[in-house]
């Protein structure tokens, strides 16, 4: 039989028994939906978790301290921070592509600012810590760099309304006497700290939403060495940071400045010995699939994981989609036997135009050919079908999410995830379930020899 003559036969069978092959579809065509839905919630969910919530791609680790328990405190012996061979023996574990140290500012600090934003004035203490801009730099480009101040600038008077070369701003200047120009701290923050506040922060005190692309450039005055709490014993210093962007490198509650600028900060304003060593190392992956034997290679040098929820979540969502995958399994294979049922059916009903097709020199393989086509074309429609009805729940679901649900910190536009590769097997399994399926109705169809089935009739 030639390709011709098989899809005309093909297109003439679906048309006399279409209802036969829409009900062996059905199921094909359920199954489908039910598998893709929930794959796509389950990718959906996972890409909000391990890649905004959690982050796989980079971990953070330290050393962990000893504490002695003294009632409700704590008394912290020894050190916690890296010498300089830490950093050696992370770089020599397999599956790690960089070590990035990171310090914690031990300098008190008080931050005031906010009018453009909230319309008026707030005053806080700061939580910061430092790294080095080369781990964020594909995040936030060039602006977040060691602020080296132009020898042109340096000295600079300003008086309270005075004005600074560009790039400088005026810092420390009041009606006492004039400031000096200085290059703006460049910080970033993580885009935890803006879902925070949009989700929760801002109810609380009844204020807007923020657009994270607009704080950008946004300034705060920060004294470093004050604080409400306790000052620190050495002068105060007056400087002025400027959010350049977002990293979820950066610390999850507070800002993150330059490791350079830190460490001065330290070793000039904090306790003797605060501007050498490192409190923390940000270790990049090379593959994210990589976590789990960096993080048993991590702990085997002594250190702790600063954060194990990344690994658990993946565990679990890991489990989540194979228990999905694996209930799909089974649906498909009870809607492969009823797609044999089908067939089966087919196959007694068309028992004499099988006959009359063997007698006139169709071949076993012809009609077998025939059926298993006939098979592969209902897959496709049943497995197009199943796609199309998942993403239209799909859709529904989001649109109900969206108004029902009020919003909470990383609250996707989407909480699926519709991959190409993800339609592309589910279409293949649909075929391939209906051709299993039709596969013993086919050769039991071709069994009999036409001579005792016409005869028969």
């Excluded at 899809?7 to 062996?24: E, K, P, Y």
């Excluded at 000039?268 to 960096?294: K, M, N, Q, Y």
Aim: hydrophobic share 50%; proline share 5%.
């Amino acid at each position: 039989m030639t390709a011709r003559g098989l899809c005309r036969s093909v297109r003439d069978d679906l048309r006399r028994h279409w209802r036969h092959m829409a009900a062996g579809g059905l199921g094909i065509a359920m199954s489908i939906a039910a598998l893709t839905f929930f794959l796509a919630l389950g990718f959906g969910v996972r890409a909000v978790l391990l890649g905004q919530v959690f982050s796989l791609d980079r971990i953070e680790v330290h050393r962990p301290s000893t504490d002695l328990n003294l009632l409700a405190l704590k008394l912290e012996l020894g050190t916690d921070t890296h010498p300089d061979a830490t950093s050696a023996e992370l770089d020599a574990v397999e599956g790690v592509a960089a070590v990035d140290p990171k310090m914690r500012r031990m300098v008190p600090a008080m931050a005031s600012g906010g009018e453009s934003l909230i319309g008026q004035g707030m005053q806080t203490e700061l939580v910061a810590d430092g790294i080095d801009p080369a781990l964020v730099a594909d995040d936030v480009g060039g602006g977040f760099h060691d602020p080296m101040l132009d020898a042109s600038l340096s000295g600079l008077p300003c008086g309270e309304n005075g004005a600074c070369p560009d790039g400088a701003v005026c810092v420390g200047a009041s009606v006492f006497g004039p400031g000096e120009c200085r290059e703006p701290i460049p910080v970033i923050v993580s885009q935890h700290m803006v879902e925070l506040y949009n989700g929760a922060f801002r109810r609380a005190y009844r204020l807007p939403k923020v657009n994270p692309d607009a704080l950008v450039g946004l300034g705060l005055d920060v004294r470093f060495g004050a604080s409400s709490l306790r000052p620190s014993g050495r002068r105060v210093v007056h400087e002025r940071v400027t959010l350049v962007g977002f990293s979820d490198a950066a610390i999850p509650l507070g800002i993150t400045m330059p490791l350079g600028f830190v460490q001065r900060l330290n070793r000039e304003l904090g306790p003797r010995g605060s501007g050498s060593g490192f409190h923390s190392a940000v270790i990049e992956l090379e593959t994210g699939d990589a976590a789990s034997e960096v993080i048993e290679s991590v702990e085997a040098l002594g250190l702790k994981v600063s954060d194990g929820g990344a690994r658990r979540a993946a565990l679990v969502m890991t489990a989540l989609l194979a228990t999905v995958s694996l209930v799909g399994a089974v649906i498909l294979a009870v809607s492969a036997l009823h797609v044999m049922h089908v067939f089966a059916l087919l196959g007694m009903i068309r028992r004499r135009e099988i006959g009359v097709m063997r007698a006139v020199g169709a071949s076993r393989g012809d009609v077998r050919s025939l059926f298993l086509a006939e098979a592969a074309v209902v897959g496709t429609l049943a497995g197009c079908a199943g796609v199309a009805i998942a993403r239209a729940i799909a859709w529904i679901a989001d649109r109900g999410l969206a108004s029902a649900v009020p919003d909470f910190p990383y609250k996707p536009e989407s909480f699926f995830a519709f991959e190409p590769w993800m339609i592309a097997t589910a279409l293949g399994l649909a075929v391939l379930s209906c051709v299993l399926g039709a596969l013993a109705p086919a050769l039991r169809a071709t069994g009999p020899d036409p001579a005792e089935v016409l005869s028969g009739d």
